[in-house]
């Protein structure tokens, strides 16, 4: 068959249908939730990105901002035969417009009977964060250290932030106050296992226990070493969940299904960024992308017959979840569904009860 656009340059071609129908679609219940996932409407970049940025940082060439209309298309083609909804959230970047990007993602979250979650700014008032919470379908925020101040040079100016940095103790009250979902992408170069991740995660669960807590992306631990480091130590809470986007590697997520276990792990693919199409490769600390098309960081091709077989990242995801589930015998429909939708759908339905609660 012809080839499908998706989004930016990626496209789904025979060799993605083939990997759905090989490796995913027995695996995947009927109804998913994506918990993580970027929509924004492109007009809403405030400075254009530059090509020196898109050297800078892989992540610059690959996040084209995605709205609804494309999102939409793109579930459908990717996962046919599956009802998908989503808790979307804009572009944490501050070279984009925030308010008006959190005003689109909560009007065509709600519009579609999806979730969203308002990304914030640590400067903004408890007062602010609380109205966002009161718009329809909004059920938390998505803070990040980028949003402390803008840096055109590098996104990693605060990498090295603390936790309460960006997501300060004043929203962090009325979250609590809310019951509401707070999606963390932890900072730190030794990601999630860094003592100090460790000591304010405990922190956070202990002050502010009504807080729906998902780390995301396993805690950035797309590496063995780094899941061996993060995982067992905050195993033994059961209020802490975790977000299995942009994780790809069978590795982490064995450890983190040995640990954590299922019933805390939520499906989230971080698109746009997972239409990409190829494989990561992991050595010690570190990972490669590779990709067939001639990005700025993709130096280093592999030859054209392996290029030929790449699918999408989102694919490589998922089987390499699948396959550490089969590894440890959990490769059954009720594990599959509590990744894919139950634990997501049980959290979800907390905040929309403690916000039905909440006074006018
Ligand atoms: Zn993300």
């Known amino acids: 068959m012809k080839p499908i656009p998706l989004h930016h340059v990626w496209q789904y071609t025979d060799v993605d249908r083939e990997f759905w129908a090989r490796r995913l679609e027995d695996w995947l219940p009927p109804n998913i939730i994506d918990a993580h996932m970027h929509v924004s409407d492109p007009a809403l970049r405030l400075a254009p990105m ?34 998908l909804t989503c808790v979307g959230f804009g572009m944490p ?9 959190n005003a689109y993602a909560q009007q065509g979250c709600h519009n579609r009977g999806w979730h969203n979650l308002a990304v914030v700014r640590p400067q903004w008032s408890a007062e602010y964060v609380s109205r ?20 055109r040079e590098t996104r990693d100016a605060h990498l090295e932030a603390g936790i309460f940095d960006f997501l ?17 992408h932890v900072p730190k170069a030794d990601r999630l296992g860094h003592p100090d991740n460790l000591r304010d995660i405990r922190e956070l669960r202990r002050r502010y226990p009504r807080v729906i807590l998902v780390i995301a992306h396993l805690g950035r631990c797309y590496t063995e070493i780094h899941a061996r480091e ?4 905050l195993a033994d809470d059961p209020g802490l969940f975790f977000d299995t986007s942009a994780v790809l590697n069978p590795a982490s997520y064995r450890i983190a299904l040995e ?40 130096r280093d091709r592999e030859p054209p017959e392996i290029e030929a077989l790449y699918t999408l990242f989102l694919y490589e995801d998922l089987w390499a979840m699948r396959q550490a589930c089969q590894s440890l015998g959990m490769d059954d ?3 599959a569904a509590m990744i894919f939708h139950d634990n997501a759908q049980r959290l979800l339905q907390l905040m929309s009860e403690s916000k039905q609660k909440a006074p006018p």
């Open 50 to 83: 530059t090509d020196e940025m898109r050297r800078q940082y892989w992540v610059n060439e690959v996040l084209e901002p995605m709205d609804f209309t494309t999102a939409d298309h793109c579930y459908a083609v990717l996962f046919p035969g599956r009802r």
């Open 93 to 101: 970047d501050l070279d984009f417009d925030l308010e008006a990007g």
């Open 132 to 151: 966002l919470l009161d718009q329809p379908g909004v059920v938390g925020v998505k803070p990040y250290y980028a949003l402390i101040s803008r840096n």
């Open 168 to 184: 300060p103790h004043h929203q962090l009250e009325v979250l609590n106050e809310r019951r509401a979902w707070v999606t963390l």
């Open 230 to 233: 993060a995982l067992p130590p």
């Open 259 to 298: 640990h954590i276990g299922p019933s805390r792990l939520l499906f989230g693919s971080d698109n746009p960024i997972l239409f990409m199409r190829g494989r990561r490769q992991f050595h010690q600390r570190q990972y490669v992308n590779r990709t067939n098309y001639p990005f700025h960081f993709n």
């Open 333 to 335: 429909p009720r594990t």
